[in-house]
């Protein structure tokens, strides 16, 4: 597929970036669209990556998307740098959020995986189907590239699209999730 100039290229126009008072929660002041940031992006593999605004219906809400990834019934990849080479400009970003879906159209359709990569090491792998919507934050205080591929869990059927409706940059760091709370331990001698 062919190089785009930029996530922004991408992004600029709107794509993967919600206009914050559309859908989901207001932007805060320290968080930046993806389309602020002059970056290059490269797509790659036999899927197909577009940008168009489309209203689209996941878990019977209504989200409005930027992009869509389509793997076909392979992937497509998504590369961005996020950061410049030059040490003197180091942007201030801590967190990347991504919130995307499927839509509730194709029940019977295969699954997606989508894997998200932090300089080339996997970071983030969530396999979705029709009518899930997925949010992940990822610390990228120390990154300078993410990429992010759309995997169809069949070689012999046709993946649906994964819709893109978040993506922001973020100076706060990445809230700690917190563990699982463990079940009471029964005392000795306890029915249980």
């Known amino acids: 597929m062919p190089n785009s100039p930029l996530f922004s290229s991408l992004l600029v126009a ?13 932007a805060r002041a320290e968080e930046q669209p993806l389309s602020q940031i002059e970056t290059q992006s490269v797509t790659q593999g036999p899927g197909r990556m577009r940008q168009e605004m489309a209203d689209i219906s996941v878990g019977r809400e209504v989200f409005r998307s930027y992009m869509f990834m ?9 590369t961005c740098k996020i950061r410049g080479d030059d040490p003197e400009e180091k942007e201030n970003f801590n967190s990347l959020r991504l919130e995307f879906g499927m839509q509730d159209s194709d029940k019977s359709g295969p ?14 792998s969530q396999t979705i189907g029709s009518g899930e919507k997925v949010s992940i934050a ?6 300078q590239n993410v990429s992010v591929e759309t995997v169809c869990s069949s070689r012999n059927a046709y993946c649906d699209r994964v819709y893109f409706f978040n993506a922001s940059l973020s100076s706060e760091p990445v809230p700690p999730t917190e563990p699982p709370t463990p079940s009471p331990t029964p005392s000795p001698g306890e029915n249980q």
């Open 14 to 26: 709107g794509a993967l970036v919600a206009p914050w008072a559309t859908v989901g929660p207001v």
């Open 138 to 143: 990822l610390d990228v205080s120390q990154s």
């Open 111 to 124: 699954y997606n995986t989508v894997v998200v990569y932090l300089d080339g090491e996997e970071r983030a």
């Open 70 to 78: 389509g793997p076909g019934s392979r992937s497509v990849n998504l």
